[in-house]
């Protein structure tokens, strides 16, 4: 993504990224004049290292949300452990994306039936004042060790590599009390530097040194210093796609319409959306509640309003909070709830659209 | 005193809230402490510096209202006709509510300082300050705006899950490191009544947060629990979506009914002593 003029900029903005920008003529009396003139000049020499470093991983994907607290960590951890467990061309899980009935069988029958090898698949991290994805891995004591080739991940399996900057603080207390430049320049040696290719041993899982299927990047809530940064240094390297997350409430879908503007300004395809946290089946009664209401439809209309695909609805289940507390992969957990199985439908949907 | 924030000068108690989650409710608890605290017959004004979601305009129903400005600066936007409860938030100055605002700290900083030097609040009671979630450039700025009119402090928020309170934990930390005392902290989401079977299931557990402020030694303000209705106000406050008159807020009025509303009554007491 070339980075845009602020839309409050003069005219004939030399644009943040040129020599000029802050010193042209036409920049005199810009609000963004002081900002421009204090970046640096140029193009980021680390970008195509970066293009280069994940060359070989065939597809990367953002999680994003406009709002908080709606599952981005949750969905992207879930995603990241099914998809460890599935191979990458796998017909089975292909067809069962209609097919809910078949998807727990397939589930429990994957182990034996494959010779394909499983997907290699890294998750990575760059909520940098909130990082949530070691806890919901259950790999919150790890540290991350420095090999000649980079930084090291933390493998939760032999194919699951886990980076977040959760690994590098003292104490699970610390604060990380970060701006902007200080987010990004951790978010650039995540990418630049942890080497993703090592596996974590090699007992048939994808061999020692292969190249990562997937990469799940679980970012924050917004659209601000991370979000930018993470697509304008993946910028050469390309990314697949993004899948939003929201709840069902206006308050949330509001937030994703302005995440949804925020990928069309930076040119990301947008995979689908996911509707988390819609309605809760009473463990005791078995009723259906509604807890967050769609007064304006959801994200099915918002879908068919912007012509996106809806990946799914994700309903809400006591045990998902807890087995993400205690690093658990819910969906082996509980592979014939309603929410399993529903999370297992999103991500074969996921793996049809990028494949 | 700098004179640049003569305009919070004559704001008696100026409160954060934090939370170093997203959703976790800081926004519904800022507006409900807002409102409880108006019941109480204070002038109050919410201030909403979640710049890349702002959440505050469409949960009073002042979504879409714009900006006036006068001699004095900015004027908030008011809720009711009695200017009890003023509102300011980036929302009123996007073109469009859908897009989005992608900027940097530096421009977020920016628009903070404005927020903080610019509005007119008039003579306020209460300022609620309502954050985004983290411990980053909007935090930072805010608080360094502050220095020199000392806010109160911080109402912390929380769900009960461990990854929610992790995340309070290194906000309370941030408190302690730029000097901000805790006032105390809300356990919201605690607990769900079905609403056929009225068995209470605790969908993100439960006793988190009381548990975190007994360890720490700071006050548990209360446990709220989820209420969808709450939800339901709050998305679609004016009962419609153009209501141009403006005067019947249908929050206002319904919020009084609700059993959440008790709850917030107490918080609001609590805070103010």
Redesign the interface.
């Known amino acids: 993504m070339e980075i845009q003029p ?1 839309e409050n900029a003069n005219e004939h903005c030399p644009g943040p990224e040129s020599e000029m920008a802050g010193k042209d003529d036409n920049c005199a009396g810009c ?2 004049q ?2 421009c003139e ?1 970046l640096p000049k140029g193009p980021d020499p680390d970008i195509p290292v970066i293009a280069q470093k994940l060359s070989g991983v065939k597809h990367k994907i953002l999680v994003l949300s ?5 599952g981005k ?1 949750t969905v992207a951890s879930q995603l990241a452990f099914q998809l460890s467990q599935s191979t990458n061309e796998d017909p089975e899980v292909l067809e069962s994306a209609n097919d809910l009935e078949n998807t727990s069988k397939i589930a429990s029958n994957e182990n034996e039936e494959s010779d394909l090898p499983y997907n290699n698949v890294g998750l990575l991290d760059i909520d ?3 990082p ?1 994805i070691p ?2 891995t259950g790999c919150t004591d790890m540290v991350v060790h420095e090999s000649a080739s980079g930084w090291v991940p933390v493998y939760v399996r032999e194919n699951l590599a886990v980076m977040s900057i959760g690994f590098l603080l003292d104490s ?10 200080k ?1 990004s320049s951790l978010i650039k040696q995540f990418l630049r530097d942890v080497d993703w290719t090592d596996s974590g041993d090699d007992d048939g899982y994808g061999d020692s040194s292969s190249q990562l299927d997937y990469l799940i990047v679980d970012t ?6 991370e ?2 940064s993470i697509v304008q240094y993946l910028r050469q390297a390309g990314i697949d796609g993004a899948v939003l997350v929201t ?1 069902p ?4 879908l ?2 994703v ?6 990928c069309r ?2 040119k990301i395809n947008i995979i689908g959306v996911i509707e988390n946290m819609a309605g ?1 089946v ?4 078995s ?1 259906n ?5 769609p ?2 439809g959801g994200a099915a209309a918002l879908c068919a309003e912007l012509n996106l695909n809806f990946l799914g609805q994700l309903p ?3 045990r998902i ?2 087995a ?3 690093g658990e992969q819910f969906t082996a957990m509980f592979p014939d709830s309603l929410a399993a199985v529903a999370y297992k439908s999103i991500v074969s949907k996921i793996i049809k659209l990028l494949n | 005193m700098d004179r640049d924030f003569k305009a919070l000068e004559s704001i008696k108690h100026i409160i954060l809230v934090l939370s170093g989650k997203g959703g976790v409710g800081k926004s519904s608890v800022s507006v409900q402490i807002a409102y409880a605290l108006k019941e109480q017959n204070k002038k109050v004004g919410i201030l909403d510096l979640d710049l890349c979601g702002p959440s505050i305009p469409r949960m009073l129903g002042v979504e879409g209202s714009k900006i006036l400005q006068d001699t004095n600066g900015w004027v908030p936007v008011y809720v009711t006709p009695d200017k009890g409860l003023g509102v300011m938030s980036i929302g009123f100055l996007l073109p469009d509510k859908n897009s989005a605002v992608v900027w940097r700290g530096p421009k977020k900083s920016a628009m903070i300082k404005q927020f903080l030097t610019d509005v007119y609040w008039g003579d306020l009671d209460y300022l609620i300050i309502d954050t985004p979630p983290g411990t980053s450039d909007e935090h930072l700025s805010v608080i360094e705006n502050l220095q020199n009119v000392k806010p109160d402090g911080a109402v912390i928020v929380t769900t009960p899950q461990v990854v929610s309170l992790v995340d309070v934990r290194k906000e309370i930390n941030f408190c302690k490191q730029v000097n901000l005392p805790v006032l105390g902290l809300i356990e919201n989401m605690s607990g769900y009544v079905c609403e056929n079977c009225k068995e209470c299931t605790n969908i993100f557990s439960t006793g988190g947060g009381k548990s975190l402020c007994d360890e720490l030694g700071y006050k548990f303000l209360g446990y709220v629990p989820i209420d969808p209705q709450l939800g339901i106000m709050l998305d679609n406050p004016s009962g419609k979506e153009s209501d141009d008159s403006g005067s019947t807020n249908s929050f206002i009025s319904a919020y009084k009914s609700s059993p959440l509303f008790e709850t917030f009554k107490q918080i609001a007491t609590t805070i103010q002593n």
Request: hydrophobic content about 25%; charged content about 25%.
């Open positions: 602020p609000p963004n002081k900002i204090s406009g709002k908080g607290g709606v960590s940098i004042t909130g949530s806890i919901m699970e207390d610390s604060a990380v009390i970060w701006r902007g430049p987010k924050p809530p917004g659209t601000t210093d979000h930018l709840t409430q206006e308050v949330s509001q937030d319409r302005k995440e949804i503007d925020f300004k930076a809760f009473c463990p005791h009664c009723h509640n509604t807890i967050f209401t007064t304006t809400l289940d006591p909070g807890r993400c507390d205690s």
